[in-house]
T-cell receptor, first 114, second 112 residues
Framework: NAGVMQNPRHLVRRRGQEARLRCSPM?????VYWYRQLPEEGLKFMVY????????ESGMPKERFSAEFPKEGPSILRIQQVVRGDSAAYFC????????????FGAGTRLSVL | QKEVEQNSGPLSVPEGAIASLNCTYS??????FFWYRQYSGKSPELIMF????GDKEDGRFTAQLNKASQYVSLLIRDSQPSDSATYLC????????????FGAGTTVTVRA
C-alpha cells in the first residue's frame, strides 16, 4: 500500500512563474490536507479538501494560492506569480473518512523561488 | 501566544538515556494530541497519539497528557542514535478535528 505521494520533490521557479504541486493520497483515503513549513517554523495548515470539495481553506493566502482535488487524479496546490517568500516545504497529508485526527504525510515538495 | 509551543532544543542526550520532550497548547478544547518524528529533509512520521489524560506507552515511547495543565510530553527511553530527529507536537482544534496545529519542533541529538 503506497503512502502519500507528492511530486515533484524539488521545484525551482523564478519570481512571477507558476508552481503546481501534486499529491496523491494513500489508497482508501478521501481527505487531503496541505501544510506549509517555513524554515525554523512548524507546519501551518493551509487547506482541507475532499473529492471535488474544498472543506476549509482558512489557512490559504487570499491571493495567488488555490487548491483542488478533482474526482479523478491527484490534488493540486497551485501558486501563481510566485515570490521569494513562497519558498518553503509544502506537505500533503491524507486520511480516511474516520480519522480521529490522524493524518499521514507525504515526503513534501521543496519549492525554491529564485 | 503561539497555539502550540515546544522547546526548540537542541536536546542532546547520551545513548541509552531518556529524552524528555515537552509541549504546551493554548486551545483548552483540544481533544487529540500527536507526536511526529521528522528526519532532516523528510516527511513527518506519526509515532504516538493520545486522547485521554494519563500515560500511553508504545515500545520505547511514552506520551503523557495533562489536559488541565494543557501539557503533553513525550519520553524516549533507551535513546538510540537513530532517534536523532526533530519531534513535532501536533494538537487538533476543538471545533475542527481535522485541523492540526503544530509546534515548531524539538531537535533531539543522541550521542553515541
Amino acid at each position: 500500500n503506497a503512502g502519500v505521494m507528492q511530486n515533484p520533490r524539488h521545484l525551482v521557479r523564478r519570481r512571477g512563474q507558476e508552481a503546481r504541486l501534486r499529491c496523491s493520497p494513500m489508497k482508501g483515503h478521501s481527505h487531503v490536507y496541505w501544510y506549509r513549513q517555513l524554515p525554523e517554523e512548524g507546519l501551518k495548515f493551509m487547506v482541507y479538501l475532499q473529492k471535488e470539495n474544498i472543506i476549509d481553506e482558512s489557512g490559504m493566502p487570499k491571493e495567488r494560492f488555490s487548491a483542488e482535488f478533482p474526482k479523478e487524479g491527484p490534488s493540486i496546490l497551485r501558486i501563481q506569480q510566485v515570490v521569494r517568500g513562497d519558498s518553503a516545504a509544502y506537505f500533503c497529508a491524507s486520511s480516511p473518512p474516520r480519522t480521529d485526527g490522524i493524518q499521514y504525510f507525504g515526503a513534501g515538495t521543496r519549492l525554491s523561488v529564485l | 501566544q503561539k497555539e502550540v509551543e515546544q522547546n526548540s532544543g537542541p536536546l542532546s542526550v547520551p545513548e541509552g538515556a531518556i529524552a524528555s520532550l515537552n509541549c504546551t497548547y493554548s486551545d483548552r478544547g483540544s481533544q487529540s494530541f500527536f507526536w511526529y518524528r521528522q528526519y532532516s529533509g523528510k516527511s513527518p512520521e506519526l509515532i504516538m497519539f493520545i486522547y485521554s489524560n494519563g500515560d500511553k506507552e508504545d515500545g520505547r515511547f511514552t506520551a503523557q497528557l495533562n489536559k488541565a495543565s494543557q501539557y503533553v510530553s513525550l519520553l524516549i527511553r533507551d535513546s538510540q542514535p537513530s532517534d536523532s530527529a526533530t519531534y513535532l507536537c501536533a494538537v487538533n482544534s476543538d471545533r475542527n478535528d481535522y485541523k492540526l496545529s503544530f509546534g515548531a519542533g524539538t531537535t533531539v541529538t543522541v550521542r553515541a
